[in-house]
């Protein structure tokens, strides 16, 4: 079961644990019969703000604050933590490799110094 499908089936009970019929709820939604019916069942048409005002009438509205929050898109986290690390080598690759150009430079002059 999709995540719009469980949405829907859930939105479905608590439309008749208020006991609501389809038409009653479709009328307060101002949607078409066809729409709530797609609706619940999870159909990915729908629009989101058909989505919004069920949750609305079931006093959830609330929860589409944190649907796309960057706080909770792991995949993203999991991008900057890779990037983080791969900057993290490059800056300690770069470091490494300055550290032996200073190392060659000093000891190519002490050379020049020994033979001059």
Do not use: C, F
Request: net charge neutral; aromatic share 2%; hydrophobic share 45%.
């Amino acid at each position: 079961m999709s995540a719009l499908q469980k949405l829907g089936a859930d939105l479905a009970v608590a439309r008749l644990r208020r006991k609501e019929s389809l038409r009653t709820w479709a009328k307060r939604l101002g949607v078409t019969l066809s729409t709530l019916q797609r609706l619940e069942a999870g159909d990915p048409t729908v629009s989101i703000g058909v989505i919004a005002s069920a949750l609305w009438l079931i006093n959830r509205d609330g929860e589409l604050r944190n649907l796309a929050a960057p706080e909770m898109d792991q995949g993203a986290l999991d991008l900057n933590v890779r990037e983080a690390v791969e900057l993290g080598l490059a800056r300690a690759q770069a470091s490494a490799d300055s550290r032996l150009r200073v190392a060659s430079t000093n000891s190519s002059q002490e050379d020049r110094d020994a033979s001059g």
